[in-house]
């Protein structure tokens, strides 16, 4: 069975960030941000080549094959987060909504503990996998606008 925590072969081909439509602005980029730089970490292959500008500076590469910010609805994002469960094809991070009501990693962490995975209420996604296997799950969300 495949977990939250497991890490694909080869990279990933497609990545997106669903986040819950419910959220205010600044909480939906909070999301996205936490989701993409663990999204990052886990594949550092996502990270493109160094950019050089016209006076030779380096700076960071960015994800060479983009990255969309999508949003759904609760009930979707459990479904996402059921399919992602159970798919060896595709890699992936939640952000449960506990992330958002303390500061304290800890005390985060300690929330998280006492929920069944089934019952996680998700702020967020982040998918990454074969170009086919995450599009067909996220083809009909919209983007965060």
């Known amino acids: 069975m495949n977990t939250p925590a497991t890490i694909l072969p080869l990279p990933p081909e497609r990545c997106v960030i669903v986040i819950n439509q419910q959220l205010t602005a600044g909480h939906a980029a ?3 941000a936490v989701l993409a730089l663990t999204l990052g970490q886990r594949h550092p292959a996502l990270v493109g080549e160094p950019l050089i ?10 994800i060479p094959i983009g990255i969309s910010v999508l949003v759904a609805d609760a009930e979707q994002l459990t479904q996402l987060h059921q399919h992602l ?19 304290d990693y800890a005390a985060f962490r300690e929330a998280v503990a006492i929920v069944p995975t089934g019952d996680l209420v ?5 998918l990454a996998g074969k170009k086919k296997v995450v599009r067909k799950l996220t083809g009909k969300l919209g983007l965060l606008g």
């Open 30 to 32: 909070n999301a996205a």
């Open 53 to 62: 500008d016209a006076d030779n500076r380096e700076h960071p590469g960015l």
């Open 85 to 103: 469960l159970n798919d060896d094809d595709m890699d992936g991070i939640i952000f449960p909504v506990e992330g958002q009501q303390t500061t």
């Open 122 to 126: 998700l702020l967020g996604i982040a």
